[in-house]
C-alpha cells in the first residue's frame, strides 16, 4: 500500500507529541535506578524517533497531490490536443493511425491511475513505455504528414514529453514516500508500539501512587491522565496503521 492516511497522521502526531512532552515530567522511574532510567530514556527516543519519521512521511505526502494535479492536466491537454487532430486527418489511413496512436497512448492511462494507488512495478513500466511510444509513433506520423498535421502531431509529442517530466517527478515522490514508510513507519511501529505500551504501564503505575498521595497536585494528575490517555489513543493508532499496511 502507498500513502498514508492523512487523518491518521495529524491524529498520531498530536497525541505522540503529548506524550514526548508530557511523560519526562512525570517521574515515571525510580531516579536511583540508572538501568531503569536508562531504558526509559531509550524508550522515549524510539517514540520521539517514530514521530519524527511520521513528521517526514507528512510532509512527503504533502508533495504528492500538488503533482498528480499538474499530471491530471497535462492529460487533459493531451487528450484534447489528440482530439483536434482527428479532424484534420485527410485519409482513412492517417485517421487509422491516428486512431491506432490514441488507443496506445490511452490504455497505459489506466495503468497510470493504478500506479499512483497501488505503487506496483508492473503498472510503472506500463505507463513509461505508453508515453515513449506514444512519442515515437507520432513522430513516425508526422514525418509523413502535410505540414499543418505534422504540427499538430509535434504539438502532441510536445505535450506527452511534458506529461513524461511530471510522471517521473511524481514517481520520485512516491519512491521518497514509499522509502519512508518501508524504512520508517512500517519498521519502527511495531516497536513502538511496544515501547508505548511499556511506557503506559509505567504511568498507570505512577498514576496509582498519586492518586492514593495527599500530596498529589491537580496539576499532575491531570498531567498523568492526559499522558494515559494519548497512550491508550496512540498505541490504537498505531496498531490500525501497522494492520492497514498490511492489508
Same mark, same amino acid.
Given at each position: 500500500?502507498?500513502?498514508?492516511?492523512?487523518?491518521?497522521?495529524?491524529?498520531?502526531?498530536?497525541? !505522540?507529541?503529548? /506524550?514526548?512532552?508530557t511523560?519526562p515530567?512525570?517521574?515515571?522511574?525510580?531516579? @536511583?535506578?540508572?538501568?531503569?532510567?536508562?531504558?526509559?530514556?531509550?524508550?522515549?527516543f524510539?517514540?520521539?524517533?517514530?514521530?519524527?519519521?511520521?513528521? %517526514?512521511?507528512?510532509?512527503?505526502?504533502?508533495?504528492?497531490?500538488? &503533482? *498528480? =494535479?499538474?499530471?491530471?492536466?497535462?492529460?487533459?491537454?493531451?487528450?484534447?490536443?489528440?482530439?483536434t /487532430?482527428?479532424?484534420? /486527418?485527410?485519409?482513412?489511413?492517417?485517421?487509422?493511425?491516428? @486512431?491506432?496512436? @490514441?488507443? *496506445?497512448?490511452?490504455?497505459?492511462?489506466?495503468?497510470?491511475?493504478?500506479? +499512483?494507488? +497501488?505503487?506496483?512495478? =508492473?503498472?510503472n513500466?506500463?505507463?513509461?513505455?505508453?508515453?515513449?511510444?506514444?512519442?515515437?509513433?507520432?513522430?513516425?506520423?508526422?514525418?509523413? &504528414?502535410?505540414?499543418?498535421?505534422?504540427?499538430?502531431?509535434?504539438?502532441?509529442? *510536445?505535450?506527452? =514529453?511534458? !506529461?513524461?517530466?511530471?510522471?517521473?517527478?511524481? %514517481?520520485?515522490?512516491?519512491?521518497d514516500r514509499? @522509502?519512508?514508510?518501508?524504512?520508517?513507519l512500517?519498521?519502527?511501529?511495531?516497536?513502538?508500539?511496544?515501547?508505548?505500551q511499556?511506557? !503506559? #504501564?509505567?504511568?498507570?503505575?505512577? #498514576?496509582?501512587?498519586? +492518586?492514593?498521595? &495527599?500530596?498529589?497536585?491537580?496539576?499532575?494528575?491531570?498531567?498523568?491522565?492526559?499522558?494515559?490517555? &494519548?497512550?491508550?489513543?496512540?498505541i490504537?493508532?498505531? *496498531?490500525?496503521?501497522?494492520?492497514?499496511?498490511?492489508?
Open positions: 500500500r502507498q500513502g498514508i492516511d492523512q487523518r491518521y497522521a495529524e491524529e498520531a502526531n498530536g497525541h !505522540l507529541s503529548l /506524550v514526548v512532552e511523560v515530567n512525570l517521574d515515571v522511574v525510580d531516579q @536511583s535506578d540508572e538501568k531503569a532510567v536508562k531504558k526509559f530514556k531509550k524508550t522515549l524510539r517514540i520521539n524517533t517514530y514521530r519524527t519519521a511520521l513528521s %517526514n512521511a507528512v510532509e512527503e505526502q504533502k508533495k504528492f497531490e500538488p &503533482a *498528480a =494535479q499538474i499530471l491530471r492536466e497535462r492529460r487533459s491537454e493531451i487528450e484534447n490536443s489528440l482530439s /487532430v482527428g479532424p484534420q /486527418v485527410a485519409s482513412t489511413e492517417q485517421a487509422n493511425q491516428i @486512431s491506432a496512436i @490514441s488507443a *496506445a497512448y490511452f490504455q497505459p492511462m489506466g495503468a497510470l491511475d493504478r500506479y +499512483t494507488v +497501488t505503487g506496483d512495478d =508492473q503498472s513500466i506500463a505507463v513509461s513505455n505508453g508515453i515513449t511510444n506514444a512519442e515515437l509513433d507520432l513522430e513516425k506520423f508526422a514525418q509523413s &504528414a502535410e505540414a499543418g498535421l505534422a504540427d499538430a502531431a509535434r504539438n502532441v509529442i *510536445a505535450e506527452l =514529453q511534458n !506529461l513524461g517530466e511530471g510522471y517521473r517527478a511524481l %514517481n520520485k515522490i512516491m519512491i514509499g @522509502s519512508l514508510l518501508t524504512n520508517g512500517d519498521r519502527l511501529g511495531p516497536a513502538a508500539q511496544k515501547d508505548m511499556a511506557l !503506559l #504501564q509505567g504511568v498507570l503505575e505512577r #498514576q496509582g501512587q498519586f +492518586t492514593t498521595s &495527599a500530596q498529589a497536585t491537580a496539576e499532575r494528575i491531570d498531567m498523568i491522565t492526559l499522558a494515559v490517555a &494519548a497512550l491508550c489513543i496512540i490504537g493508532l498505531i *496498531a490500525a496503521f501497522i494492520l492497514s499496511r498490511q492489508i
